[in-house]
């Protein structure tokens, strides 16, 4: 919506939410104190907001007042009842809806921007024609394909805008009015326009492919240590294949990320709904082999450690599921901290964007002890030499830039010896740390 409010002085953007505390951070006269990290954003927000970019409290206004709707709340994977643990959870689109068409006075159009099953738009279109006060509603679905991290840069460049609607005049009417929004900035031969389903369908699928190239790779990479061939150049090997190409061939210790879980499980139940359970079992093994990952990073570090981590200090770089956010939405490094605080080890995180309160409530959602049992095995660090000082292990979970800056010597220095690196993201240059004394072991080689 930022990026909409910059590229489109003339539209007025409103941006609502129930949630009082999270609409004052967006208010913030400091534009750094914004809630989501995501580099470039502080400053679009800086140069739209109070012109044509608002946040506010007041939804039922800001309903009223649109002509154009987009219905962004989240889509958790269900925790209870029928599909739990793989379901989208559909209440807050429900009750989003149902909220629409209470308020609304005049015909507007609805775009779901939230990943959503396909046939969603179904039961949005059932709740607004039938509870509404005879106001008529165009349905679209305008999924995002922005990725985290880059957000900015994929909103202003996107390989493509996919927008689905009805093929009647009045749908094909709608799918005119959100692609001339887009033409602000977007040519038209990238904004791409297709039936409700397809549209819908296109973007669990798109997730789906992006994570299965990583357990794929991943996969490569046990076989990889087994073998004596290093994981990162058989992915440079392959990935100059054109037809197979070099994006998403980083082995690392999982993905992790608000998408790619949810939206294959999403997947998964669809497909099982149908009957299709060899489909079913086929996207699900990416799961799998992903959670395996994480469990055998683990494994590694306790093994190189003589079988024991007992009481003993492991310093984390990088706590978010990937660079440059401060989204830690089921990051691989919430589930090799617990494994290891299992096996009695102190985790002590440094991570540039995430503060300890969110570590300490991520580990808290998994349910695995309690929460001041997670407070005795979890610690975090403003620096990284702190985080390291004493340490028996250092592992690395997310590739900030910033970790090859750093002094490794010093580091080395102030760490129990063996000291140890397990470099969950292939980050580090290997040969330089193990020059310096570090026993350094990457993934996949
Ligand atoms: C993803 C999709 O890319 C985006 O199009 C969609 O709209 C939302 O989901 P995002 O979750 O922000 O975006 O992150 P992405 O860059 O796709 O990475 C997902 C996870 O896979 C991260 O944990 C990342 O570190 C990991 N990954 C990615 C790898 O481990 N190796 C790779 O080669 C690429």
Known sequence: MAIIAQKCPHITVTVVDLNEKRIAKWNDADVNNIPIYEPGLAAIVKEARGRNLFFSTEVEAAIDEAELIFISVNTPTKTYGSGKGMASDLKYIELCAR???RVAKNDKI???????PVRTAEAIKNILENTGNGVQFRILSNPEFLAEGTAVEDLLNPDRVLIGGDPTAQGQEAIQLLSDIYSNWVSKDRILTTNLWSSELSKLTANAFLAQRVSSINAMSELCEKTGANVNEVAKAIGMDSRIGPKFLNASVGFGGSCFQKDILNLVYIAKTFGLNEVADYWEQVIIMNDHQKRRFAKKIVSALYNTVTDKKIA??????????NDTRESAAIYVADDLIFEQAKIAVYDPKVKHEQILEDLNYLE???ESQNNKYIASFDNPYDACKDAHAIAVLTEWDEFNDYDWKKIYDSMLK????FDGRNLLDGRKLTEIGFQYQAIGS
């Open 99 to 101: 909220q629409i068409a």
């Open 110 to 116: 609805i775009v779901e921007k939230s990943t959503l």
């Open 316 to 325: 984390f770089l990088g706590w978010a599921f990937k660079k440059d956010t």
């Open 368 to 370: 695995s002890r309690t």
């Open 418 to 421: 063996p000291a140890f690196v």
